[in-house]
C-alpha cells in the first residue's frame, strides 16, 4: 500500500563555514531511529561536503540516499534538477522517513521555499523547519552586522569592514526565514561574543523563534526534527531583502578552483591560506590537497583565516595526487592572479 502521508523535509541553512556539514553528519548518527535522505547544495564545483557525508554513511543513511547538486542554486533549477532529485529520493525502498537539505551557504532560504509549491510536489512533501546556522564568533565580531552601533567600538573603528554588503543580506535572509536558529562554535566566542551574537541575532529575526548553541554539530533530533512547521504555507511571514523581485542572483559571490601539486607540510598550506584569508577578504576556502609521503588524502576547510585539516582517507589506485581547492568570496574580492599566486607560492616553499 503506498504511503500517502507527507513527507518531512528540513532545510538546513547558515552561511559559508556556519557548521552545516558538521550538523548534517551528526544527525546521520543520531537520526532518533529516522531513515534520513539528504540533498547537499555547493556553491563551486568541488563536491568537499557530499564526499564527507557519504564518506559518513550507516545503514539508517547509506550513500544511495545522499544526493548532491554542485555549482548552482537548487531553487534557481526547480524543474532541472530539484524536482527529479526529491522524486528520486521519494522512490527509494524503503522510502526516507524524513529529508534533509543543506543549502550553500550563499543559499537564500526563501526562493527555496517557494520552489515547494511546485505542483508535482506540493501533494507529496512539506517543510517541517528551516534551521538556519550562525557561526557565534563570526557573528558577534559583526561580520554580519546591519546595525553599526550593535559591535563593539573597537570593530566600529575597524575601515576593512563594510556593514551594508551583500554578506549582511544573506545573513538577514537566513535568520528571517528560520523556525529555530542553532549559535555554532560558542566555545571560539566565548561568552561574552555569545552574548553579542545573540543581541545581534535577535535584532535581524522578524519572528520570535528559540536560539540554541550546539557545539560540533552535536544536538538531540528532536529539537529541530518533528517541528511540523509546513513553511510553505507560511512564505509571507518571512520577510526578506529580495522580496518583490521577480527573480534572485547571486553574483555577488564568485568561486574559482585552484589545482594545486603535492605540498611537503601541510603548515606551508595553512599559512598562504591564511595570508590570503587576512590579506584579500576570500570568505571561504575548501578542497583536499596531496602531503608527499602521505597515502592520506587531506581535507581543507578555511573559514576566513580560521583553517582546518585532516586526512580524511585513502588516495585511490588510480587517482591523481593533485589537490584542488576551492576560493569564495565576494565578486570584487576575487583575483585569479593573486589567489593562483598566493597558494602558487606555498607549493615553491614547500617543494624547496
Known amino acids: 500500500m503506498p504511503n500517502l502521508a507527507k513527507l518531512p523535509v528540513t532545510v538546513i541553512t547558515g552561511f559559508l563555514g556556519s557548521g552545516k556539514t558538521t550538523l548534517v553528519r551528526g544527525l546521520m548518527q543520531n537520526s532518533g531511529g529516522k531513515r534520513l535522505a539528504i540533498i547537499v547544495n555547493e556553491f563551486g564545483d568541488i563536491g568537499v561536503d557530499g564526499d564527507i557525508l557519504k564518506s559518513c554513511a550507516i545503514p539508517d543513511c547509506p550513500v544511495q540516499n545522499i544526493m548532491e547538486l554542485a555549482n548552482g542554486c537548487i531553487c534557481c533549477t526547480v524543474a532541472d534538477e530539484f524536482i527529479p532529485t526529491i522524486e528520486a529520493l521519494m522512490a527509494l525502498d524503503p522510502r526516507p522517513d524524513h529529508i534533509l537539505i543543506e543549502t550553500s551557504g550563499l543559499a537564500l532560504p526563501?526562493?527555496?521555499?517557494?520552489?515547494?509549491?511546485?505542483?508535482?510536489?506540493?501533494?507529496?512533501?512539506?517543510?517541517?523547519?528551516?534551521?538556519?546556522?550562525?557561526?557565534?564568533?563570526?557573528?558577534?565580531?559583526?561580520?554580519?552586522?546591519?546595525?553599526?552601533?550593535?559591535?563593539?567600538?573597537?570593530?566600529?573603528?575597524?575601515?576593512?569592514?563594510?556593514?551594508?554588503t551583500p554578506l549582511s543580506e544573506v545573513f538577514g535572509d537566513q535568520i528571517s526565514c528560520a523556525d529555530i536558529i542553532l549559535l555554532t562554535k560558542p566555545d571560539l566566542a566565548g561568552a561574552e561574543g555569545v552574548a553579542r551574537a545573540k543581541e545581534i541575532i535577535a535584532a535581524q529575526s522578524t519572528r520570535t523563534v528559540p536560539v540554541v548553541e550546539v557545539a560540533e554539530g552535536i544536538i538531540d533530533p528532536r529539537i529541530i526534527l518533528g517541528l511540523e512547521a509546513a513553511a510553505e504555507d507560511s512564505i509571507d511571514a518571512r520577510p526578506s531583502h529580495h522580496d518583490g523581485a521577480e527573480d534572485h542572483e547571486h553574483d555577488d559571490f564568485e568561486s574559482i578552483v585552484v589545482q594545486i601539486?603535492?605540498?611537503?607540510?601541510?603548515?606551508?598550506?595553512?599559512?598562504?591560506?591564511?595570508?590570503?584569508?587576512?590579506?584579500?577578504?576570500?570568505?571561504?576556502?575548501?578542497g583536499y590537497a596531496a602531503v608527499a609521503g602521505k597515502p592520506m588524502r587531506l581535507l581543507v576547510q578555511a573559514v576566513g583565516a580560521r583553517v582546518r585539516h585532516q586526512f580524511d582517507r585513502p588516495w585511490g589506485p588510480n587517482e591523481a595526487r593533485t589537490g584542488r581547492l576551492v576560493v569564495i568570496a565576494e565578486h570584487h574580492d576575487i583575483d585569479a592572479t593573486v589567489i593562483h599566486a598566493a597558494l602558487g607560492a606555498a607549493r615553491a616553499q614547500a617543494a624547496e
Open 110 to 164: 526563501k526562493p527555496l521555499l517557494k520552489a515547494f509549491d511546485w505542483p508535482d510536489i506540493r501533494s507529496k512533501i512539506t517543510v517541517d523547519g528551516v534551521i538556519a546556522l550562525a557561526d557565534a564568533e563570526a557573528v558577534a565580531a559583526g561580520r554580519f552586522a546591519t546595525d553599526v552601533a550593535r559591535v563593539d567600538a573597537q570593530r566600529f573603528a575597524d575601515e576593512n569592514i563594510d556593514h551594508n
Open 261 to 286: 601539486p603535492e605540498v611537503t607540510d601541510p603548515a606551508d598550506l595553512v599559512r598562504a591560506i591564511e595570508t590570503l584569508a587576512n590579506e584579500h577578504n576570500i570568505l571561504r576556502i575548501k
